[in-house]
């Protein structure tokens, strides 16, 4: 038998979900569930989230990794792959969840939401008089498939927007800032940080204690993109000096985030585990689909990921 053969893996996403999504897409795609993978010669598509060390070794005709999520970081710097193609999930499913958790996450703090919960919790009433929102700067670390979206979302509310990336983009009503200098004036310039930033080897601890210093003192920070893009003991120090004011994260360099870490104690962080977006297979099943036929025909596959990028 020719390899053709679909093996998925995923800790956290429904197999049977995705059988069922596939097959309405694919009729003729032999789903394999691991570890229940049957012969691993006739294997040519894996659709994974984090699978494990040396997971991919066992697949000798392995032709296409589509990666159930956004971020490809996990996958492109691994010693069990052999050259193949990549692929990330665009799924407009998944794009409206991470809106929805910026929105929120900004809003939180832009409405004096966390402030109302401390006095909720004290059982005390304490009035902030609302600032028009417009008044409001946030920036928004990122305008990729996620990071663009939640940026003009943002600013159709009537935030006032500013966005940084490797490369120049053009969101309505968003301000757009590339290179080092950008990033300077971006993290001092605004109230509000947001980081949608893919984990590249260019990115990872990009924000550290310098950043952090950039910062206006009290910042509100979000971090829902990846755990390592943040030097998380510069976090820390700057959470306990006040110049982070407030910080909502979503991700971390350890997950799950450790019993005992000193995160857990700040009453001003609130902690999400790593869910601000999830796949919906109903949606991201077709761009899935079409990446395998056109694998089968010799074609480069929907959304493919450059690992020297790693995005």
């Not at 350890?254 to 869910?275: C, K, Y």
Request: proline share 8%; hydrophobic share 45%; net charge negative.
């Amino acid at each position: 038998m020719s390899a053709d053969a679909l093996v998925f893996y995923s800790p956290v996403d429904s197999a049977a979900g995705w059988q069922e999504a596939m097959a309405a897409e694919l009729p003729d795609l032999d789903f394999r569930v691991d570890p229940e993978v049957g012969n691993p010669e006739e294997v040519a598509y894996v659709l994974a989230w984090l699978p494990p060390k040396g997971f991919f070794s066992r697949f000798p005709n392995l032709k296409l990794v589509t990666n159930l999520g956004a971020g490809v970081d996990a996958l492109v710097n691994r010693d069990d792959l052999a050259p193949v193609k990549f692929s990330r999930l665009s799924d407009p499913g998944m794009v409206a969840m991470m809106t929805s958790y910026v929105v929120f996450a900004v809003t939180r703090y832009a409405r004096d939401m966390h402030i109302f919960e401390r006095a909720t919790r004290r059982g005390e009433w304490e009035y902030v008089h609302p600032r028009p929102l417009a008044d409001i700067k946030v920036a928004v670390l990122g305008l990729g498939e996620l990071g663009g979206p939640a940026a003009r979302t943002l600013a159709l509310m009537g935030f006032t927007v500013t966005g940084w990336s490797r490369s120049p983009k053009q969101i309505p009503g968003v301000a757009s800032e590339t290179g080092a200098d950008g990033l300077e004036r971006v993290l001092a310039g605004n109230e509000i940080i947001v980081s949608l930033l893919p984990l590249t080897p260019q990115s990872r601890h990009l924000i550290g204690a310098r950043e952090f210093a950039l910062m206006p003192k009290g910042v509100k920070f979000i971090n829902a993109s990846r755990g390592a893009v943040v030097d998380e003991a510069a976090m820390i120090a700057a959470l306990r000096s006040g110049q982070i004011g407030e910080a909502t994260l979503d991700v971390f360099e350890t997950e799950p985030l450790p019993a005992g870490h000193p995160l857990w104690s700040f009453d001003n962080v609130l902690i999400t585990p790593h869910m601000a977006s999830i796949t919906v297979p109903g949606l991201a099943a077709r761009d899935v689909a079409e990446s395998i036929r056109r694998v089968r025909q010799g074609l480069a596959p929907l959304h493919e990921v450059d690992p020297a990028r790693g995005y």
